[in-house]
């Protein structure tokens, strides 16, 4: 996957080199820590350790202030599962991966190096691993500061807020005279991280 990661990133550079006369391009080497997230009911939890999430993006500036971004986001975590009745445990190895497209805000500030921004994005993410897999809708929401650092590159402080949206359990439920009933439950899956991106900005 990091190999793959690395021939991305080169053939979205040359993309961004052909562009610099058609439009502002960004491309975005990200890299951030997502820390631990557990989801749990009555009958079972499923925790997810914080890891290292790394992934790449290409960012087209309508605006001097808006842009329009698609990127792909994965982390390998440890994934720890457990049901209580009847008691079971096992662990084991988890990708989380995000790809999401949605716009980014800068803010001008008296600094023109200098820019807050907010983003919002919207796609698709999937877990796979030893403890099983899920597919779902997903969505993300950053806040952060671009500095600039030169006039091709910047650097990008961020938190970030993802979810994959899914039903990952429930309970069962008994009542006198009718039988047990099973009720899924609509657990997602929320994380918090903190980051930073580089960024190679071809303007026209």
């Not at 960004?26 to 290292?52: H, P, Q, R």
């Not at 842009?67 to 599962?81: G, P, V």
């Amino acid at each position: 996957m990091k190999k793959l990661l690395l021939v991305a990133g080169i053939f979205l550079l040359a993309v961004g080199a052909k562009a610099q006369n058609q439009g502002d391009v960004g491309v975005n080497l990200y890299g951030g820590y997502t820390f631990d997230d557990e989801i749990s009911d009555n009958l079972y939890s499923l925790k997810f350790k914080g890891a290292f999430q790394y992934g790449i993006g290409t960012e087209f500036y309508i605006r001097p202030s808006k842009s329009i971004e698609l990127k792909y986001l994965r982390m390998d975590s440890d994934a720890i599962f457990k049901k209580y009745v009847p008691l079971d445990s096992r662990q084991g190895n988890a990708g989380i991966n995000y790809i999401l497209i949605g716009g980014n805000n800068y803010f001008q500030t008296g600094n023109p190096s200098v820019k807050p921004f907010l983003g919002l994005d919207l796609g698709v993410g999937w877990l796979n691993g030893d403890t099983g897999s899920h597919t779902g809708f997903a969505w993300d929401f950053k806040a952060g500061v671009k500095i600039k650092t030169s006039d091709s590159t910047a650097l990008k402080l961020q938190g970030y807020f993802q979810t994959i949206w899914a039903s990952y359990g429930g309970d069962y439920v008994t009542y006198p005279g009718w039988g047990t009933y099973y009720y899924p439950e609509n657990s997602s899956l929320y994380q918090f991280g903190l980051g930073a991106a580089f960024e190679f900005d071809f303007k026209h």
